[in-house]
């Protein structure tokens, strides 16, 4: 589903080169939940932005369903994040003056899709993430875990094959969280839909499938089911 290659990154200003990754390579299975670990500088939002394509690396490959990310025109990028990539953000990035619904049907506005159609998708993904009464309100009438489930169930409405978290329960308090990464672990499983999420909780990392840790840009670790592969090196 997902393979990195040698991946590394540099940040430069106007005055110095400021290395954040270096040399990464793991993959990720279709349908594998994996949480991306690492204390606060590790690199860990860096990696994810770069797995998202919202950002080209200094050097190596990502591979998302076959296809070589790194590679492609930023129009030819910008089609395929929409068809295969969904994001959710720590602080939810909802349009305070939209509706929850016309928030989580955002997505589908950009690709041309029938307002009916939209609607009954936005509902029936509402309902999903345990929010069927919620759909006429604002973002700002929610709690911090309801928006966050906005913000899941918007990620979800063009069906990508892969979402990308970046602590998505940064922002909450201790039960939400469960709740949340609940949420999350039921969707993988009926949708069979792969999840990389950022966290720097162990105990969140502890219940998904693998755990990729990073420690000053450097992959540390590479736990979980991968069928004796040797850390770090994807097949
Ligand atoms: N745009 C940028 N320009 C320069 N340096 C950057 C930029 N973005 C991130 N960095 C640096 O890269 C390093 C890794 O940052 P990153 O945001 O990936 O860490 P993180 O693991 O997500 O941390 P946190 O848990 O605090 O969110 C940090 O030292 C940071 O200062
Ligand atoms: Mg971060």
């Known amino acids: 589903m997902l393979r990195v290659e040698n991946l590394s990154h540099a940040f430069s200003n106007s005055t110095e080169i400021v290395p954040v990754l270096h040399q990464v390579s793991f993959q990720v299975k279709p349908g ?26 200094t050097e190596g490959r990502i591979y998302i369903a076959d296809q070589d990310i790194v590679k492609m025109s930023e129009n030819k990028l910008a089609e395929f994040r929409r068809g ?31 307002p009916s159609v939209r ?12 929010l069927p009464n919620k759909s ?13 489930r906005v913000s899941i169930a918007r990620s979800l ?24 990464i609940g949420i999350l672990q039921r969707l993988n499983k009926a949708r069979n839909t792969t999840f990389v999420i950022v966290t720097h909780e162990a105990e969140v990392a502890e219940q998904m499938q693998s755990v990729i840790t990073l420690r000053n840009g450097y992959l540390v670790t590479e736990q979980g089911d991968r069928e004796g592969l040797p850390a770090g090196r994807g097949a």
Do not use: C, W
């Open 136 to 148: 006429e309100l604002f973002p700002s009438q929610l709690s911090g875990g309801q928006q966050q």
């Open 157 to 180: 409405i063009t069906e990508p094959s892969i979402i990308f978290a970046d602590e998505p329960t940064g922002n909450l308090d201790t039960k939400t969280e469960e709740e949340i």
């Open 119 to 130: 609607r009954k998708k936005a509902l029936a993904l509402l309902e999903e993430v345990g």
């Open 32 to 57: 594998e939940m994996v949480a991306l670990l690492g204390s606060s500088g590790s690199g860990k939002s860096t990696m994810l932005n770069l797995m998202a394509g919202l950002m080209k690396p």
């Open 84 to 114: 295969h990539i969904g994001f959710v953000f720590q602080s939810y990035e909802l349009i305070a003056t939209m509706t929850v619904r016309e928030n989580v049907e955002l997505p589908l506005v950009f690709q041309s899709v029938r």
